[in-house]
């Protein structure tokens, strides 16, 4: 069957029968995709077929299937999916080549397999190559279904005679469809694949998992096209290097979003971190100036997070402002309120931050433990370990509350933590353990804090000298 296709300018919209490198319409430079030329939408011509929509009240919609949840066998998972896999939802889990989304997936399809039929679709790697690896990490492999194929038509036809539970496609780059003509991982290809497998997941009830490939110029052809069709949106972040993989929701619809999964990549593959506080603090052995411990608040769960800055007199007229972790334009205005408002100088000094462990910070709650580690590194003066900093700061200088603060302090004291540098606002009357809790309410009674803190380590480390 030979279908019509048109091409569409992504940004005018304007239908052209061929490519073209630029928009007769606007003049936009490759913003054509190939699409399926969409039937008459004259509304005279629809309703030949004889099928009238059908409204439903609400208190009719039964629930039956919609809200089950089914555990992955993963905990970490199960938390960034929002407590488990919900049947008819379509999940994207985009991530670096390499980065063990496939590794993830096979692991959690293994303990599915134990209760229901799962099949496993991969364009990319051979059967042998899938079982080579659920073999050396030790996976039950009686249940797992395997299918290699690319083409979206033919994976549908299989997968509604076999009647998966959960389905998964590695990776929808890969996938094309006979209704275009443009070749796989192109836009086009890949959304109208995703498209028609997000449309059977839901007909059908089948969980489906689309893995995606970040790109690295970009993510046109990449998963961020698919976002809006899917129910929830999982990120693989950390550093290729590095031992853990974050698994952060972005998009969920049945929980919570910036939730954080987190994994150490093993031996014998993905495996969870119980305790993850304690793998984002690097210990030394005497306090070092420009380290500071935060907790942050990712998702519902309050995670302690170093934060390590690097002041350094600067030989150019534009010194540099580097920030690995945190957001660089925040970093800028919180070097100027620091100015502002504390008279402490940086237009002279390169910055350099940095969030240990390679895991990202997307709230505020950041700024004060970011400047404290400024403060730190510029004076050369060490904050003692025991010490944990939090609180929002705002560009009158003010320091603003943060969520959630009692439940950051009780992880700080479980992990050791003797005091902390909070916002006024987030002092209640309960007490955390023997924590000394020191209220701040602006940036310049912070500054003195710290001062008074770092004055008195180096004290005791001379005396220890
Ligand atoms: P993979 O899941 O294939 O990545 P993706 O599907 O995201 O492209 O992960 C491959 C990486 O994980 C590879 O660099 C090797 C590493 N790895 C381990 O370290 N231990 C293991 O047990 C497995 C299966 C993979
Ligand atoms: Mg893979």
């Known amino acids: 069957m030979k279908t019509k296709t048109t091409h569409t300018c992504q940004a005018c ?24 030329a969409t039937i008459s939408k004259n509304p005279r011509h629809q309703g030949y077929a004889g099928t009238v929509p059908v409204i439903t009240p609400m208190e009719n919609v039964t629930l039956d299937a919609g809200d089950a949840r089914l555990p992955s066998g993963i905990k970490e998972l199960d938390r960034v999916l929002g407590g488990g896999l919900v049947t008819g939802s379509a999940v994207l889990i985009g991530g670096d080549p390499g980065i063990g989304k ?18 496993y679709v991969t364009g990319e790697e051979s059967l042998q190559q899938v079982t080579l690896r659920a073999r050396r990490l030790g996976l039950p492999e009686n249940n797992l279904l ?42 086009g290809q890949v959304r109208e694949s995703a ?52 698994i952060r929701a972005v998009k969920n619809r049945f929980g919570a979003v910036n939730e954080l999964g987190i994994f150490a990549m093993t031996d014998k593959g993905l495996k969870e971190v119980s305790n993850p506080s304690a793998i984002f603090l690097s210990r030394y052995e005497q306090p070092v100036a420009g380290s500071v411990v935060m907790a ?6 309050p995670l302690l997070v170093e934060v390590q ?6 030989h150019s007229g534009n010194p540099r402002r580097v920030s690995v972790g945190l957001d660089g334009q925040r970093l800028n205005m919180l070097l100027a309120v620091l100015h502002r408002h504390s008279g402490i100088i940086t237009y002279d000094q390169d910055v350099f931050i940095n969030v240990v462990g390679g895991v990202r910070i997307t709230e505020t709650g950041a700024d004060l433990a970011l400047l404290s580690a400024v403060i730190s590194s ?26 959630g603060g009692q439940e950051r302090l009780r992880e700080a004291a479980k992990h050791g933590f003797k005091r902390a540098i909070v916002p006024s606002a987030n002092v209640s009357k309960e007490k955390i353990g023997d924590m000394i809790i020191l209220p701040v309410s602006s940036l310049t009674q912070a500054v003195n804090e710290i001062q008074n803190i770092s004055l008195h380590s180096r004290v005791l480390e001379n005396t220890v000298l």
């Open 102 to 119: 496939s590794t993830l997936l096979l692991q959690a399809l293994a303990f599915l397999s134990q209760h229901l039929k799962v099949l």
């Open 378 to 403: 510029l004076r050369n003066r060490p904050i003692p370990a025991d010490v944990l900093i939090f609180g929002e700061v705002g560009l009158a200088g003010e320091i603003r509350p943060v969520q």
């Open 146 to 187: 395997l299918l290699t194929d690319t083409n979206v038509e033919r994976i549908l036809q299989c997968a509604q005679k076999e009647k998966p539970g959960v389905l998964v496609i590695d990776s929808i780059q890969t996938m094309h469809t006979d209704l275009l003509q443009s070749a796989p991982g192109a836009v």
């Open 309 to 314: 800055a690097l002041v350094d007199q600067s």
């Open 296 to 301: 942050t608040r990712e998702g519902s769960r």
């Open 13 to 36: 919209g304007a239908q052209h029968p061929k490519w073209a490198g630029q928009c007769l319409g606007c003049d936009a430079w490759n913003s054509l995709v190939e699409e399926v």
């Open 195 to 246: 498209a028609q497998l997000v449309a059977f997941a839901k007909q059908t009830q089948t969980a489906l998992f689309l893995v995606g490939h970040v790109t690295k110029e970009g993510t046109l052809a990449g998963p961020r096209v698919l976002e809006h069709m899917v129910d929830c949106v999982l990120y693989f972040e950390g550093e290729q290097d590095s031992r853990y993989r974050v």
